[in-house]
């Protein structure tokens, strides 16, 4: 899957946890730095 405007990955997160290959972009740096802090606090490797 690819999500355009993937924010923080309210979407994305969810389905890629149910074992979906999930991809996106977003053209906001600041959703993508959250999507990062998320993904670090969490241990995980953001679908960016």
Do not use: C, H, W
């Not at 923080?8 to 993508?32: C, F, H, W």
């Amino acid at each position: 899957m690819f999500e355009f405007g993937i924010g923080t990955g309210r979407i994305a997160r969810p389905l890629s946890n149910q074992g979906y290959s999930v991809k996106g972009v977003d053209n906001s740096r600041e959703m993508l730095d959250r999507l990062n802090e998320k993904s670090d606090a969490r241990s995980e490797s953001p679908p960016v």
